[in-house]
C-alpha cells in the first residue's frame, strides 16, 4: 500500500494551494482518507477526512469553510482544496487511510484510526 501526498509549496497569506493524494495497492472505494498536518514544533493535527463514497467529509474547526475534502474513486486519488490560508496553516501536511467507515469527526480525528501514511509534503504561507 502506499500514499502519495503532493501539491504543498510556499505560497503568500489568503493563496490557495490543491494538495493530493495518490493511492495504490489497496481498495481505494473500501477506504476512509484523512489528512492531517504537523507544524513545526507541534503535535500531528487532524484537518479533514472523506468516507469512502465521498457522500461525508469532517474537518477540523481551525480549516471548516477554507478548505474542502474531494476524492475521485476512479483514479484512486483525494484532494485537498485549500483557500485563504494563514501563515498558522503551514505545515507538512500527511494522507492517510482507514479501512473504517467514522459515524464522526472525533472518530475521524484520531490518526490512531488510519492504518496507511504517506509522506508527507510541506505547505508554507507566508504573511
Known amino acids: 500500500v502506499q500514499l502519495q501526498a503532493s501539491g504543498g509549496g510556499l505560497v503568500q497569506a489568503g493563496d490557495s494551494l490543491r494538495l493530493s493524494c495518490a493511492t495504490s495497492g489497496l481498495t481505494f472505494i473500501t477506504y476512509t482518507v484523512g489528512w492531517f498536518r504537523q507544524a513545526p514544533g507541534k503535535e500531528r493535527e487532524f484537518v479533514a477526512a472523506?468516507?469512502?463514497?465521498?457522500?461525508?467529509?469532517y474537518y477540523a474547526e481551525s480549516v471548516k469553510g477554507r478548505f474542502t475534502v474531494s476524492r475521485d474513486n476512479a483514479k484512486d486519488t483525494v484532494y485537498l482544496q485549500t483557500t485563504n490560508l494563514k501563515p498558522e496553516d503551514t505545515a507538512v501536511y500527511y494522507c492517510?487511510?482507514?479501512?473504517?467507515?467514522?459515524?464522526?469527526?472525533?472518530?475521524?480525528?484520531?490518526?490512531?484510526?488510519?492504518?496507511?501514511w504517506g509522506q508527507g509534503t510541506l505547505v508554507t504561507v507566508s504573511s
Open positions: 472523506i468516507v469512502r463514497s465521498g457522500t461525508t467529509t
Open positions: 492517510a487511510a482507514a479501512a473504517r467507515l467514522f459515524v464522526d469527526v472525533n472518530y475521524a480525528s484520531m490518526s490512531g484510526n488510519y492504518a496507511y
